[in-house]
T-cell receptor
Framework: QKEVEQNSGPLSVPEGAIASLNCTYS??????FFWYRQYSGKSPELIMF????GDKEDGRFTAQLNKASQYVSLLIRDSQPSDSATYLC??????????????FGSGTRLSIRP | KAGVTQTPRYLIKTRGQQVTLSCSPI?????VSWYQQTPGQGLQFLFE???????NKGNFPGRFSGRQFSNSRSEMNVSTLELGDSALYLC??????????????FGEGSRLTVL
């Protein structure tokens, strides 16, 4: 069973609409959750992180976390063509030591159509 | 402030050879993680180093190894290369050392092709 699950897409959303990206994780002990964006041919870059249950807003992006359901989501409002990318959900897991490691889902490809 | 630097950017090897990849983290970052990225498997965690110690390891065979030096620079080595090792190898550095792992800053990657 994969530790971090995402729908691979592609998810096609019209410009100006809300894009909704979802992620589930298996480790109940996970404490921090991240959304990375990766443009084609580029490296991932962090766009949001969330530690507590509920919503966290940053500009057009809102991250939502529900630890009871082991569910993380990312909403992108007023979607722009520049938002077309692969979105990677990432979760910190307890490693074999007291430190953590970050595990990535396989990503959801988002395409914003004009 | 310089970003994460990975060398070489591209390399071609043949089966059975070995390869060493290098990563210089952002100045002041003591944690370095390595990931393998392939179209089919996505980003897979290889290992993480902090203060010259391997703290975490992913589910890769022993052919994959790494180390970290006192200046936080890290190297990873793959021995007895197989065709399936062809991938983009990404290094990421982080400020955070314990507890909640902080943001990862990725390098541009080393693209390895095994023939």
């Amino acid at each position: 069973q994969k530790e971090v699950e995402q729908n691979s897409g592609p998810l096609s959303v019209p410009e100006g609409a809300i894009a909704s990206l979802n992620c589930t994780y298996s480790d109940r002990g996970s404490q921090s959750f991240f959304w990375y964006r990766q443009y084609s041919g580029k490296s991932p870059e962090l766009i949001m992180f969330i530690y507590s249950n509920g919503d966290k807003e940053d500009g057009r992006f809102t991250a939502q976390l529900n630890k009871a359901s082991q569910y993380v989501s990312l909403l992108i409002r007023d979607s722009q063509p520049s938002d077309s990318a692969t979105y990677l959900c990432a979760v910190n897991e307890r490693g074999y030591s007291s430190a953590s490691k970050i595990i990535f889902g396989s990503g959801t490809r988002l395409s914003i159509r004009p | 402030k310089a970003g994460v630097t990975q060398t070489p950017r591209y390399l071609i090897k043949t089966r059975g050879q070995q390869v060493t990849l290098s990563c210089s983290p952002i100045s002041g970052h003591r944690s370095v993680s390595w990931y393998q990225q392939t179209p089919g498997q996505g980003l897979q965690f290889l290992f993480e180093y902090f203060s010259e110690t391997q703290r975490n390891k992913g589910n890769f065979p022993g052919r994959f190894s790494g180390r970290q030096f006192s200046n936080s620079r890290s190297e990873m080595n793959v021995s007895t290369l197989e065709l399936g090792d062809s991938a983009l190898y990404l290094c990421a550095s982080s400020l955070s050392g314990t507890g909640f792992t902080g943001e990862l800053f990725f390098g541009e990657g080393s693209r390895l092709t095994v023939l």
